[in-house]
Every structure is written in structure tokens, then in C-alpha cells.
């Protein structure tokens, strides 16, 4: 199956195998397996420290391995870097919007980056209830709408993996139930997530990764050094 | 809209939006240029000999001064990170960066220098080829500066490091660009100067980029 506007397969599996973490001088984690299949959900957890954000950094190749690899498709994701980060949204904990723009010149210089020429502002303006702040500067947004704004990506250049850290941080109700409504909308059209929480999420269907479990051993921390 | 051409136009829109920008590049060289008379004495022949000097140094202090605005801010953002998941490649995201920086410093600073020429008393002959030195030398400021921009995020004082990294790699274009004034001056070619100017330019077109994505690369991490 292909994704009509990005034009990317989007029924390849993301498979992580024998993942290991390094930041610094600690291994975070190490051993780590997942597979993320079309329309599949991953939830992230574990305890502050654990790894979530750098997994999430590892997915988007932001980070690169200690060891194990990542396969998209079968095949391992650096073979093809630009393919596979043109079909990735990493959204992260910072919200990178420039004070002196209005939201819709953010959306159209991101979409912009990613080489998308024709981005659907209007929808992921509307999608994120923004309408009413579209021309104002972001300077005078609050953090939830700029939370909002940053989340806003995903609709305007469409890419078939999503990874969220932490996305409801400081969205509200309606917020989060906007954002839920992509996520599954996103999903049912063959789309993936990946996303590091704290707050219960309700993702039907959704593998949970438990990073406590992966933490390195004292040995295993060892055999990487050697 | 390509990566690169949208990253281009978010620079200059930045610096057009944010006023100040320009505005405090250009300040800061006509004041820098402005102290001299009062520091040396108003002779106008010792203003006019070191004159070009004068305006070179001080072109070189308002570019390093102007450097953090290259990548700092999509440092702290999160930018950074939309930047290099973009398709286009980190070392053409630094020559868009660097170019963006030149029409906001090297440019206007080239456009007004005639305007302090004449202010130090630089013999009216000499203006043409100091306006095209600075025409050639500024883009190797922005080049070279962006090295030193990139080597620098994440250090805790990054103001103060881009200097001390910067001044020196600044050194060959002030050589030639006074080095091209002073043969004016003596009434001899200035051709040579200007061609290793153009030669210092041409050098650090193809290798800034990639010492400066090394750094971005690094920085990410």
C-alpha cells in the first residue's frame, strides 16, 4: 500500500532490534525489541531518567545507537536516511516556533523544510482550533497554543510515523481530545505512533514499552564498553 | 518552496521582523568607527592613513557580534532537530544560513562604508576599492563566523568563545582587504590583494559548510 500524498510505502514495519542507549558516560538502556506494524500505537513509559525521549530521538535518527539497529521495511533506516526521515514527525519537547511569526508562517516554513510545496495550513490550523490566532505572532500565544501550533505539523505535511514526547504537556481537555482524535484518525489510515507519556492514554490496540525493564545491568554495561 | 530556499527567506524575514537586527550591526559599526577620531586625535592625516583599517576592524567586530544569530536560537528551540530531519543536507542548510547572514551584515555594512570612508578622511580615490573588498571579504565573515557559531552552542558562554574562535580565522581578509586600500593609496595595483581576498572567500565557500555541519552534527547529539 502507498500513501497517496506522501507517496511512501506506508505497510513497511518499524522494528527496533537489541536497542542500546548511551548519553554521556550511562548506558539508559540496552537489549531493547519492538515493532511498530501500519495503524500500530507504542506507548512509551518508565520512570523519569529511563530513555523515553532518547528511544524517541533514536526513532527519528537524531540519536544514533550505542548497538542493535533499526529496519524500515526490511531494511536497516541509515541505508535510506533522507526516505526515512521524509516519512517521520518527531515532536519533541521543545516547541521551536520563532516569537516574530504568526503560526501560519511557522506551519508553511515547516512544512517548507520538509519539501512539502503544498501544505494543508488551513485544516491544521482548524484541526487544533487555532483559526482565532493564525496571524498573531506566536510571541503571544500561551504554551498549550503553542503546543497546539507544533502539534498542528502533523496534519499539514502528512508522514506516516508519528513520534510524540510528551504531547499532551500542557494541553488542555479539548486539546487532548483533538489530539486523540488525530492520533486515531491518523491510525486508521494506516499511520503509526510512537509516543512517551506519563498521563493514561486510551490507544486501542497500543504496545506498551516498559524502559525500566530494558535498564542497563552493571555486566551489560560492561560488554558495551568492551 | 525548497528546504533551503524556505530556510533563506525565514532568516531574512527573522532579521526584517525582528528590526533590531540589522539595525544592530550597522550601529555598532558606524559607533565603532566613530571612536577612532576621538581616540587618535582628529588629524586627518593619520585618520586618513589608518582609515581603512579603522573600517575593516570594525566591520569584523559588528560580524562576529551578529554571529549567534546564525544557529543559536534553533539551538535553544528545538529547530535544530526540524532542521536536520529536513531532506536537504546540513552543509547547504549552512550556506543558506551564511547567505542570509551576509545580506543582513556583509551587505548593509559594504552598502554604508563610503558614508564612514569619508567621515575618517580615506582619500576619495581609494573608496571604490575598499567598498570592493568589503564586497568580496564580508562573505567569508559569515562563512568563516559560521564555524565558530556552530563549534560554540551548548558552551555556557557562547559570546565570549565565538570571538576568541573567530578573531583569528579573520585575520587573512583583513590582511588583504586593508592590504588592497594601502596599495591604492601608494598608488600601486591593488589587483593582487583583491585576488586573495577573492581567494580567501573562495576557500571558505566549499569549507566552512562542512566544518560547520560537523559541529551542528555534534551539537545534536
Known amino acids: ?226 | 518552496m525548497t528546504p533551503l530556499l524556505g530556510l533563506f527567506w525565514c532568516e531574512l524575514r527573522l532579521s526584517y521582523r525582528q528590526g533590531g537586527d540589522i539595525g544592530l550591526a550597522l550601529g555598532f559599526f558606524v559607533l565603532a568607527v566613530l571612536m577612532f577620531p576621538f581616540g587618535v586625535g582628529p588629524e586627518p592625516e593619520l585618520l586618513g592613513r589608518i582609515g581603512a583599517g579603522i573600517i575593516w576592524v570594525a566591520a569584523l567586530l559588528a560580524s562576529v557580534l551578529s554571529l549567534d544569530r546564525l544557529f543559536a536560537a534553533d539551538y535553544a528551540d528545538g529547530g535544530l532537530d526540524l532542521i536536520a530531519l529536513s531532506p536537504a543536507p546540513l552543509e547547504l542548510v549552512v550556506l543558506a544560513k551564511g547567505a542570509a547572514h551576509w545580506v543582513t551584515t556583509g551587505l548593509p555594512l559594504t552598502a554604508i562604508s563610503p558614508v564612514l570612508a569619508i567621515l575618517v578622511d580615506l582619500d576619495p580615490s581609494a573608496i571604490p576599492v575598499l567598498m570592493l573588498g568589503l564586497l568580496i571579504g564580508t562573505p567569508a565573515l559569515s562563512l568563516l563566523g559560521a564555524i565558530a557559531a556552530a563549534l560554540s552552542l551548548g558552551a555556557r558562554r557562547p559570546g565570549i568563545l565565538v570571538s576568541l574562535l573567530v578573531l583569528p580565522l579573520y585575520l587573512p581578509p583583513l590582511i588583504f582587504g586593508t592590504g588592497a586600500v594601502e596599495a591604492v593609496l601608494a598608488e600601486e595595483g591593488s589587483r593582487a590583494h583583491l585576488l586573495l581576498l577573492g581567494a580567501v572567500t573562495l576557500f571558505a565557500l566549499p569549507l566552512a559548510p562542512l566544518a560547520a555541519a560537523a559541529a551542528l552534527r555534534q551539537a545534536l547529539d
Request: proline share 5%.
Open chain 1, 1 to 226: 500500500m502507498v500513501d497517496v500524498e506522501s507517496g511512501l510505502a506506508i505497510d513497511g514495519e518499524l522494528i527496533a532490534e537489541g536497542l542500546a542507549c548511551r548519553r554521556g558516560e550511562r548506558l539508559v538502556f540496552t537489549g531493547l525489541d519492538c515493532l511498530l506494524p501500519a495503524g500500530g500505537a507504542l506507548v512509551l513509559r518508565g520512570s523519569n531518567g529511563s530513555g523515553k525521549s532518547s528511544l524517541l530521538r533514536l526513532f527519528a535518527t537524531l540519536l544514533a545507537p550505542e548497538a542493535g539497529r533499526l529496519l524500515w521495511g526490511g531494511a536497516p533506516v541509515m541505508r535510506d536516511a533522507a526516505r526515512y526521515r521524509a516519512a517521520v514527525h518527531y515532536v519533541g519537547h521543545l516547541d521551536a516556533t520563532k516569537p516574530a511569526f504568526t503560526p501560519r508562517e511557522m506551519l508553511s516554513f515547516w512544512a517548507a523544510l520538509r519539501g512539502n510545496a503544498a501544505p494543508a495550513i488551513d485544516a491544521a490550523l482548524a484541526a487544533l482550533a487555532l483559526d482565532a490566532v493564525a496571524d498573531r505572532p506566536c510571541r503571544w500565544l500561551s504554551a498549550g497554543q503553542r503546543r497546539r501550533l507544533t502539534l498542528a505539523r502533523l496534519v499539514a505535511a502528512p508522514a506516516p510515523i508519528w513520534l510524540l514526547d510528551e504531547p499532551n504537556a500542557a494541553l488542555d481537555g479539548d486539546g487532548d481530545e483533538r489530539l486523540a482524535g488525530l492520533i486515531a484518525e491518523h491510525r486508521a489510515g494506516g499511520g503509526r505512533v510512537a509516543i512517551a507519556t506519563h498521563q493514561p492514554v486510551a490507544l486501542e490496540g497500543a504496545a506498551v514499552v516498559m524502559l525500566d525493564d530494558f535498564a542497563a545491568s552493571a555486566e551489560a554495561a560492561l560488554a558495551v564498553w568492551q
